[in-house]
T-cell receptor, first 113, second 112 residues
Framework: GESVGLHLPTLSVQEGDNSIINCAYS??????FIWYKQESGKGPQFIID?????DKRQGQRVTVLLNKTVKHLSLQIAATQPGDSAVYFC????????????FGSGTRLLVRP | DSGVTQTPKHLITATGQRVTLRCSPR?????VYWYQQSLDQGLQFLIQ???????AKGNILERFSAQQFPDLHSELNLSSLELGDSALYFC???????????FGEGSRLTVL
């Protein structure tokens, strides 16, 4: 599941700093959003989700913010660690029958020691 | 370990050939999703099955087909392969109408 070679925007942060990864979604009717993390050689892993009736949700060291007005999601990672280095994808679910997730293009996070 | 198993992990074949990728979902999950991840496309939704029936179709080529069997495992068939079909193919499973999907480790297909 490695994503090496993908032409992705990259965010480079110092270990211990906070990271903010942004995502613009496409469908104003989308009602559910997920952030996934993909480490080199692995499949995407769930980080945190949020429904459209919320604007903020917190997990362990992560916070997701949803701004429906401008169709924008952000993932904030507190005290970024080397193990956070990965590609991060946002995904949206549109309220049709299919319940499929549509993924954004991804952001590569590099954590400098 | 997500509980989703995909085989093979790596596959190298030639243009014009046909391959089958296999996915076993997490125990109890009724939905199986297939995604393609290539260099310039990110994760593209291909197709979804729910309890043996096709539920949704994405950008899946006519040369590609899939099915979900009574034991809930799924196969993705790729035929008349082209160089551009080289990619990672992920299977994911879930058991909620809207919710977390659990991804396998992927099958890396290389078409020479």
């Amino acid at each position: 599941g490695e994503s090496v070679g993908l032409h992705l925007p990259t965010l480079s942060v110092q270990e211990g700093d906070n990271s903010i990864i942004n995502c613009a979604y496409s469908n104003s009717a989308s009602d559910y959003f997920i952030w996934y993390k993909q480490e080199s050689g692995k499949g995407p892993q769930f980080i945190i989700d949020i429904r459209s009736n919320m604007d903020k949700r917190q997990g362990q060291r992560v916070t997701v913010l949803l701004n429906k007005t401008v169709k924008h999601l952000s993932l904030q990672i507190a005290a970024t660690q080397p193990g956070d280095s990965a590609v991060y994808f946002c995904a949206e679910n549109t309220p049709d029958r299919s319940y499929k997730l549509i993924f954004g293009s991804g952001t590569r996070l590099l954590v400098r020691p | 370990d997500s509980g989703v198993t995909q085989t093979p992990k790596h596959l190298i074949t030639a243009t014009g050939q046909r391959v089958t990728l296999r996915c076993s979902p997490r125990s109890g999950d009724l939905s199986v999703y297939w995604y393609q991840q290539s260099l310039d496309q990110g994760l593209q939704f291909l197709i979804q099955y729910y309890n043996g029936e096709e539920r949704a179709k994405g950008n899946i080529l006519e040369r590609f087909s899939a099915q979900q069997f009574p034991d809930l495992h799924s196969e993705l068939n790729l035929s008349s392969l082209e160089l551009g079909d080289s990619a990672l193919y992920f299977c994911a499973s879930g058991n909620q109408n809207i919710g977390e999907l659990f991804f396998g480790e992927g099958s890396r297909l290389t078409v020479l």
